[in-house]
Structure formats: structure tokens, C-alpha cells
């Protein structure tokens, strides 16, 4: 049976057990501060600050608008991390949405965003960030011609293979290129900020009527934010280990409130940058807003910004990978997937199988190539379960006050978050419908045909218990356990 009694360990430093003549396996407390704030910010910045701020301004028409977009949006991540920080003071597990949604409302709506999120919205995530890696990666190599297909999807497939084989290895080695490549890609943007200073304090500006051309239009402001929002997104990856965090009653909060502001700042004066150096006609007709900066502000040192767009890439889909393979894994933990996949590795302490499922997943996308109209839809999907969280914590402040918790968010904070939710979710169905949002729909509650017999029943054929054991023989996996807090 998937759903197994699992036993707590004393000690929230050990990683093994010996009582009742059972040893006892889980993951190691190996996430500090620094890598906290590594994970939320090296996630967050990867391709989109250097490929939307010229969508965000096609969206708005006038730059002072798109940059009040940016700021809005670094907001809005602020308050939802906030609000998740206090979600992750009460329940003390890793899973993110997927164990709040679980211990607030239940195992079937818990299930069916397990279900959509390890399936569909974590692999093809990272699919799309390791296929922007490979464009930037292999286009050196094909001057002014595109590159073919083939090799970038070659070079993708080879970036999942590579993250694969680095967090089954070892946390502390995931989480240590996370630390060098996040301080790589914020000094990339420091470059970019300051020469954008440099650039103004020559007297080059493009603020002389800013406002003009502004679009007021309601679409129009809800695509520009999805647009900005996706520059943003990864500011809730730290509550997905919430287990492996040192401390993570001050760790989390304090992760939250460096990394966000931190990014939200330099994407602000990144973006001023870029209108300092370019006209907005120049940066709508902009493949890559970035490059275009690179070449007009540093010459023949314009390959240093496709380098770190490159760098950058690979470590947001490593922040990925390590988060999105934490989400299978605890929902195999809780009997929502195949048992195999909630165990670890006896030696790394790495939840080797469900990465390994994760990785497969995002491969089979990348071969195909056929998720680019549901990546398009990722903010609504994502932003329908950020919203039942929001609510989640609600409920939780005001029917359950008593509960202990060592961080407390003003209410109306999540309050802001949960309209902004409802906003974002209804607002491209109210305006324009279109039919991918349906299919996205029906692949959510195509969940309830496997919910019932395999999790609500437990009809699990016999076989998968003889699978599962050759499995966890092949791999050296073995059962997990979890502190109750």
C-alpha cells in the first residue's frame, strides 16, 4: 500500500534513527540562510528580466507605466512570500501548496494540484528554462543564423541530465552551485544597473513624458503583469523545503524578506537601464532586449551578456529542478504518487527517485516540444492554487488564531494577495476566452479518475508492491520519516 504509517525522529538535526530496532532514514537540514535566499533569488532571476521588460512595455506603451508594472509585481511576490512564511511557521513540512492545501482543506483538492503540478506545470517549467539555457548556450556557435532544433533540444536534454546527476548527488552540492550561480547572475545585473547610471548620469534619458501612450486598458494590465510576474516567479521555492532549512521558523521569513525586495530593486534598475541605452521603439524591436544593451553599451564585451543569460538559465532551472522534485516527493510521501517515489537515497539522503521522475517528465517535454501553449498558461494555473492557499491561510487566522506560530502578516496583506489571485485567474477568461484555458481545466479534474480507486480506495494491483521492490533494490532507496511539528 502507498499510504504507510510513518514514525517521527527525535532529533531535527539526525538523519538516522535506531529506536525500535529500526532505522530510520530522511533529509538532512543542510539549508541555511544564504542558501535560502540563494534558492529564492537564483529561481526567480533566470530568463525573464533579461527577455519581458519589452513585452511588459509593448503591453503598457509608455515606460514609466511598464516600470510601476515591475514594481507592482516585486509587490506582489513580497506579500504572497510573506504570506506563505507565516503558512510555513504553522505546518512545518516541505511541499509548498501541495501540503498546505492537504492540511487545510483536504486529501482531494491536495491531490489533484499534486497531480497537475508533477505531471504538467513543474516539468514543463523546467523544460522551457533549460530550452532558453540551450538557445543562449549553443547560439555562439552559429553566428548569424539560428540554430537548429535539434541541438538546442540536444543541449537542453543534456542541462536536465546534468541537474539530475548533481541533486541526486548531494544537497549540499545543489544547493552550492545554486550559491555561485545566483552571485554570478546578480553581478551580471549589477553590470547592467550600473551602466545604466553611467548612462544617465551622461544626461541620456527616456523619461521626458513618460506617461505618454500609457495603455489603460484592463487585458492590458493583466497580460503585462503576467509577463512581469514571470520575471518573478519562484518567490514561494524555499517552502517547498521547508524541512531541510535550518531554523526554519526565523530562516524562512528571513530568506523572504532579503531575496524579494533585493531582486525587485535590481529588476527596477535594470529596467531603467535598458530605456536609458535604448529608445522604447528600439526595445520593442528587440529580439533580446539584453543583447540589444550588451551591444549598445559594451561593444565588443557584448558576448559577456549572452554568457550570463546563459549562466543564468542554468541556475534558475536548477532552483527548479531541486523544488519541483521536492513536490513529487512529498506527495508520494503522503500516498498521492507511487510509493517509490516518496524514498531516499541510504547514502546521499537525496530524494533520488522522485527527481529522477521529475527529470523524465521534463524530458519527454523537451523531446516533444509540444507544452508551449501550456507553459503560456502556467500563471493561471499557478495563480488558481496561489489563490486556495491565500484563502487557506485565511481561514487559518481567523477560525484558528490559537495555532503557534513564530511569524505573524497583517491580514489585510493576504487579503491584497487573494484579489490579486481572483484577478489574475478571471481576468483572461472574462476578456478574451480561448480554448487551451479549457483543456488546462480538464486536465486538472482528469485527476478524479485516478484519485478514487488508487488513493480514496487503495486499488493498488499487487505487482506494483513486487515493482516497487525491485525498484527500491536498483536504486538503494529505502522509506522516509518526517518530524510531526
Known amino acids: 500500500s502507498t499510504m504507510r504509517k510513518r514514525k517521527t525522529s527525535d532529533s531535527p538535526h539526525s538523519s538516522t534513527d535506531l529506536s525500535e530496532g529500526k532505522e530510520k532514514l530522511r533529509l538532512k537540514q543542510e539549508v541555511g540562510l544564504i542558501s535560502g535566499v540563494s534558492l529564492i533569488a537564483g529561481t526567480m532571476i533566470g530568463s525573464g528580466i533579461f527577455m519581458s521588460p519589452e513585452w511588459v512595455l509593448h503591453h503598457m506603451g509608455s515606460p514609466a507605466s511598464s516600470l510601476l508594472i515591475w514594481a507592482a509585481c516585486g509587490l506582489l511576490a513580497t506579500f504572497g512570500a510573506l504570506s506563505y512564511a507565516e503558512l510555513g511557521t504553522i505546518i512545518k513540512e516541505s511541499g509548498g501548496e501541495y501540503i498546505y492545501i492537504l492540511r487545510i482543506f483536504g486529501s482531494f483538492p491536495a491531490f ?82 550600473v551602466g545604466g547610471v553611467v548612462l544617465l548620469a551622461k544626461g541620456q534619458t527616456c523619461f521626458q513624458n513618460a506617461f505618454e501612450n500609457t495603455t489603460a486598458g484592463i487585458r492590458a494590465v493583466g497580460v503585462a503583469f503576467y509577463q512581469g510576474l514571470w520575471s518573478y516567479d519562484g518567490w514561494n521555492n524555499l517552502n517547498y523545503v521547508t524541512e531541510e532549512l535550518k531554523k526554519p521558523e526565523v530562516t524562512l521569513p528571513r530568506a523572504v524578506m532579503i531575496a524579494i525586495p533585493l531582486v525587485t530593486c535590481l529588476y527596477l534598475l535594470v529596467n531603467v537601464s535598458y530605456l536609458a541605452a535604448m529608445t522604447p521603439s528600439e526595445m520593442l524591436s528587440s529580439g533580446a532586449v539584453a543583447v540589444t544593451w550588451g551591444y549598445k553599451v559594451l561593444g565588443g564585451w557584448a558576448w559577456l551578456i549572452s554568457l550570463s543569460v546563459a549562466l543564468s538559465t542554468f541556475g534558475s532551472s536548477n532552483g527548479t529542478f531541486f523544488s519541483g522534485g521536492r513536490v513529487c516527493y512529498i506527495a508520494a510521501r503522503e500516498g498521492h504518487m507511487p510509493d517509490i517515489l516518496s524514498m531516499a537515497h541510504v547514502r546521499c539522503l537525496t530524494p533520488s527517485p522522485a527527481l529522477l521522475f521529475t527529470s523524465a517528465m521534463s524530458l519527454i517535454m523537451v523531446i516533444s516540444g509540444n507544452f508551449t501553449s501550456i507553459v503560456n498558461f502556467f500563471s493561471f494555473i499557478a495563480w488558481f492554487f496561489y489563490g486556495m492557499t491565500i484563502t487557506g491561510l485565511l481561514y487559518l487566522k481567523i477560525k484558528k488564531p490559537e495555532l503557534p506560530r513564530s511569524y505573524k502578516v497583517p491580514i489585510i496583506i493576504p487579503i491584497i494577495v487573494l484579489m490579486a489571485a481572483v484577478y489574475l485567474v478571471l481576468a483572461p477568461i472574462i476578456d478574451q476566452p480561448q480554448i487551451e484555458i479549457l483543456y488546462i481545466v480538464l486536465f486538472i479534474f482528469s485527476g478524479v479518475i485516478l484519485y478514487f480507486p488508487l488513493v480514496r480506495f487503495k486499488c493498488h494491483p499487487r505487482f506494483l508492491q513486487k515493482v516497487t521492490l525491485h525498484l527500491q533494490l536498483f536504486l538503494e532507496v529505502a522509506p522516509t520519516t518526517k518530524d510531526e511539528n
Not at 523546467?126 to 555562439?140: D, M
Not at 541537474?163 to 545543489?174: D, F, Q
Open 112 to 193: 489533484l494540484f499534486a497531480y497537475t503540478s508533477v505531471i504538467l506545470v513543474r516539468p514543463a517549467g523546467l523544460a522551457a528554462v533549460c530550452l532558453s539555457f540551450a538557445e543562449y548556450a549553443v547560439a555562439p556557435f552559429y553566428p548569424g543564423c539560428s540554430s537548429p532544433q535539434v541541438v538546442i533540444k540536444c543541449t537542453a536534454a543534456a542541462c536536465i541530465l546534468l541537474l539530475t546527476v548533481i541533486n541526486c548527488l548531494n544537497v549540499r552540492l545543489a544547493t552550492s552551485i545554486m550559491n555561485i550561480f545566483t552571485a554570478a547572475k546578480l553581478l551580471a545585473l549589477l553590470v547592467i544597473a
